[in-house]
């Protein structure tokens, strides 16, 4: 990836995880006047989502400034592993935020609080989910362009308080025209239990990535499609791909004809890592050439217990 992308997508991931620092800062100043005021449950749920977020949007801040460093004699593959390590902590204050308000529903369920100043906690919330509508269009944005782990599961999370302020806003409604305070409760059990799936789908990903699940069928398709319609390539064999925290990583065994030159294979692989890299703009690609036709242990083979070596 020429260097001045690499900027342009660093800056971009460091604007965004700033952005995201600030606004949820200032939503939590903003849901604690409301929560307050109003003694809305389903306010204080969306109060401590936001708390959660300053946390998880800090940590993201801190990982992404990290994982920006270029690669180092200790770290050679560079520092993209520290986005995912921070969505799995993140997944972790997701989860617990939820189970909080769910704790304290159960709590007002054996001890109702009358909900008063609805008017004014319906203005937070739409105050609150206008200003996450905006950052979300940035962050996903900015996601797309970097493909970065952090600020995709900053955006998933900023994604649910989309669906939880508009679900609040509602129950403010509703408990407002028709006095029905338990819909508040209900409203907060059911934000909670979305905090919770949420978290396990962002720290489920997280994990992968650590563990180096292999990318999708599809990215590895395109893979396999460009070096099957390369020049010389007569097939493949152990092809192994992993997320190096947005940076793609492809290794690849490549059958060429075994009379050809070194010089002439080098000149070969050398056009398809090209092509791999033209789709795959910031990934890193390495190749090995084998003979055409060459029995031999392969890693496929340990893979698939048929290894006869």
Not at 5 to 32: D, F, H, P, Q, Y
Not at 47 to 62: C, G, M, N, R, T
Request: proline residues 2%; hydrophobic residues 45%; charged residues 20%.
């Amino acid at each position: 990836m020429p260097q001045s992308l690499i900027e342009t997508n660093n800056r971009l991931k460091r604007a965004a995880a700033s952005a995201s620092v600030m606004l949820s800062g200032g939503l939590c100043l903003l849901k604690i006047f409301g929560a307050f005021y109003t003694g809305s449950l389903a306010i204080l749920s969306s109060l401590i989502d936001s708390l959660a977020d300053v946390f998880a949007s800090s940590i993201s801040f801190v990982a992404i400034r990290f994982s920006t460093r270029p690669a180092s004699q200790e770290h050679r593959y560079g520092y993209g592993r520290a986005e995912s390590i921070s969505a799995l902590v993140q997944s972790a204050f997701i989860a617990g935020s939820g189970l909080f308000v769910m704790y304290d529903g159960f709590v007002r369920l054996l001890d109702p609080k009358p909900l008063e100043k609805a008017e004014l906690g319906i203005i937070i919330m739409v105050i609150s989910l206008a200003t996450t509508v905006a950052l979300i269009v940035f962050q996903k944005y900015v996601a797309r362009k970097t493909a970065s782990p952090a600020i995709a599961a900053d955006s998933a999370h900023y994604t649910v308080d989309v669906l939880t302020n508009a679900s609040i806003i509602l129950s403010l409604i509703v408990v407002k025209l028709f006095n029905m305070s338990w819909f508040d409760i209900l409203t907060a059990f059911a934000i909670s239990a979305y905090l919770i799936y949420n978290a396990y789908k962002i720290a489920a990903e997280a994990v992968a990535a650590l563990t180096d699940r292999e990318l999708s069928e599809e990215v590895r398709k395109q893979v396999i499609d460009i070096v099957m319609n390369s020049e010389g390539v007569k097939g493949y064999h152990d092809f192994r791909s992993r997320d190096l925290g947005g940076a793609y990583f492809f290794e690849i065994h490549l059958e060429l004809d075994g009379s050809l030159t070194l010089d002439k294979t080098h000149e070969l692989t050398d056009k398809a890592e090209e092509k791999i890299k033209e789709t795959f703009p910031n990934a890193q690609v390495i190749i090995h050439q084998d003979p055409y036709g060459l029995h031999e242990n392969r890693l496929d083979y340990t893979i698939d217990g048929k290894c006869d070596l």
